[in-house]
């Protein structure tokens, strides 16, 4: 008994959509697979000012990598290993690692090879050449703003500027001394001039008694004077 059309035309139909279902399969489990691709490397100074190469990873399938770097040397087919790195858990969005070369110096080239599973076996192209750049710390001094002044410069403390110095035990004695000799009184009847030289009032009676005596003396030999002529 052969099948009716209704029946043969349905089995068309679904044969068509299933295969239309393994090719959509195919597809997307072929894009999700590890492959050279997802890998990248540059040559960059990391935070420390260490010259590194920097491998990012982003296999979305998770696929743990091996990843070697290689220097090339000056002579043909010439290389050596000089680091290598795992990454564990790699995703689409891109996971890294740095790899440190021996030297870093202008044009210095190198090969990073990643192995994935039985994905990926093969070399990152092209090969990493370190630019002629320098790496130095990064350090936030630029962008920071400028210090305060040294503590030598700031202008001095209120207290310090008006409280007056304390007078020492001794100054003080002969401070509270000097006023006393200076409103001390002089001797009555006489000025400090006198009181130095030894003068005072009784010097004045002396002196005038001394004239009183010159002229008395003067009088009697004129009068003396006057009776001898007289006589004669």
Known sequence: MFPSRHT???ARVIGT?????ALSLGIADTASACNISDFSAAAVCDAGGTGVIRVTDRDGSGTPATVKLYLQLNMPGGERLVDTKTIEHPTAQGVSV????PDWYPGGTYRVHVKAGDQVDDDI????VIPDETCAPSTPSSSAPATAPA????????SSA?????PSPAQSSSAAAAPGASSAPTAAGGSTGLAETGAGSGTTVIAGAAAALVVT???????????????Y
């Open 125 to 128: 192209q092209p090969m990493t």
């Open 17 to 21: 959509f299933g295969a239309a279902a």
């Open 162 to 166: 008006t409280t007056p110095a304390t």
């Open 151 to 158: 503590q030598s410069s700031s202008p001095a403390s209120p």
């Open 98 to 101: 740095d790899l440190t070369p």
């Open 217 to 231: 003396g003067g009088g009697m030999v004129v009068a003396l004077r006057r009776r001898a002529v007289r006589r």
């Open 8 to 10: 043969a035309r349905a």
